[in-house]
């Protein structure tokens, strides 16, 4: 590694906000038409998909060397920080899978131990289910809170809506739920000029009056912050680490901690707020590109350059938004449209997911009726299947987002992914109709 001549130490320190989504779906077992009414357990997983199979794959190239790596960074250095959100359904499999799960979940409760890290709020299933209903959305969050606790003994107070889905409205909900921040896509388009390497506040919405009702039903605490803050991904210098960093086309191949650490001190603003899965390390991004190499260098070279780093909530406290961002329609960090078209932009898609959510009234107008086990049962099925993941397979964009999508997909074709969906909520239908018909 070259000589790096290490600059004045600033007055005002910069710092890095590192976060780490951690989410696993229970993807769909096959399911042919002549199995509806039939059909027995909707995720085992797609044949050479199996999801305990693939679960112990992640484990072992990205879950444990990852934590390992990050719970020797947080021991040699004191001042690194790291963020994370876990999906209740990765929980569940970390839960289910055996030894590995337990690797797993061990090998993050160390990493929590070490009161250097911080847990997020989200949906429990990493669900749509805002786009059709609030109380299903509040459920879920208060769903996941309790999960967390549980398992880390930790209660989250800054939220991330699945895939950074966010507008004005989701912003105002959160706040109203007791949170004390929200994490979105910098998107230059809502940012216009500005950078996304500081705070700012969501601006100001009303909601309905039955959506509030629903907030403060379910608030988190029981009084609401005095501040709430916005924290924006720079998805540049995020996706340089993502998406970029073994790609040896790349004019700045490769990339070095030293360098990526320049970068970061030549940006301007308080927070550089690299977000991404945690699938980049191991995963996306192989061990022989050197990622896990770059990821152990990172702190010191930036910590040589007086860049600090904090949580989420270390933010909020260190440093005041500077101005309000408006973002009246849905975005995500998704795709190069930054959309929601990730999930919902086709046919295929706007059937799969007005179908699913329609049964909301049906399933919850017999959960009295029902034992805990049934009732428990049957909303975990219904929720499984509104896992964002099933519909993003789904997807028919072509050239650089169809790629994206089809290196996540277990199936040939979206095309195969909808009929496997369709197939299993018409068995889930069949069985919904038959319990209606008992509780009556």
Request: charged letters at 30%; proline letters at 4%.
């Amino acid at each position: 590694m070259k000589n790096v001549v290490n600059p004045p130490r600033r007055e005002k320190l910069k710092s890095i906000c590192f976060y780490f989504q951690v989410h696993q779906p229970y993807r769909l077992s096959d399911c042919n038409v002549f199995e509806i009414g039939d059909k027995e357990d909707y995720f085992h997983g797609p044949c050479n998909y199996e999801n305990h199979k693939i679960f112990e794959k992640v484990a072992n190239k990205c879950y444990l060397p990852t934590n390992k790596v990050i719970l020797e960074l947080l021991k040699n250095h004191p001042e690194f920080r790291v963020s994370y959100s876990f999906s209740g359904v990765f929980l569940d499999q970390c839960i289910q899978y055996g030894e590995i799960g337990k690797q797993v979940l061990d090998s993050f409760k160390a990493i929590m131990d070490t009161g250097q890290a911080e847990i997020l709020s989200e949906t429990y299933y990493h669900s749509l289910c805002w786009l059709y209903s609030k109380e299903e959305f509040a459920q879920q969050i208060e769903k996941h809170k309790k999960l967390i606790y549980k398992i880390f003994k930790k209660k989250p107070s800054i939220f991330r809506n699945t895939e950074l889905i966010y507008n004005n409205e989701i912003g105002e909900f959160v706040r109203e739920m007791g949170f004390k921040g929200v994490l979105a896509e910098g998107w230059d388009y809502y940012l216009d000029w500005r950078s996304p390497n500081f705070l700012y506040q969501p601006k100001k919405t009303e909601l309905h009056p039955e959506d509030k009702k629903i907030a403060k039903k379910h608030r988190i605490r029981k009084t609401l912050p005095k501040d709430f803050a916005l924290l924006l991904k720079n998805y540049k210098l995020s996706d340089d680490i993502a998406f970029r960093f073994g790609n040896q086309g790349w004019t700045e191949w490769p990339m070095t901690a030293d360098k990526f650490a320049a970068w970061a001190d030549n940006a301007e603003g308080d927070t550089i707020n690299l977000f991404m899965d945690y699938e980049t390390f191991g995963e996306h991004q192989w061990e022989d590109t050197g990622i896990f190499e770059f990821m152990r260098h990172l702190p010191g070279e930036c910590l040589k350059r007086n860049i600090g780093f904090k949580t989420p909530s270390e933010t909020i406290k260190a440093y005041k938004p500077v101005g309000e961002v408006d973002v009246p329609y849905l975005m995500s960090w998704a795709d190069m449209e930054r959309d929601l078209s990730a999930w919902c932009s086709n046919d295929l898609q706007k059937n799969a997911l007005h179908r699913i959510f329609d049964l909301e009234g049906k399933i919850k107008s017999i959960l009295d009726q029902l034992k805990k086990g049934d009732r428990e049962e049957l909303m975990n099925i219904w929720r499984k299947l509104q896992t964002s993941d099933h519909f993003y397979y789904m997807c028919t964009k072509y050239w650089n987002d169809g790629d994206v999508h089809a290196y996540f997909s277990p199936y040939e074709s979206p095309y195969d992914a909808f009929i496997t969906y369709m197939n299993t909520l018409s068995d889930f239908e069949h069985k919904l109709e038959n319990l209606m018909q008992l509780t009556t």
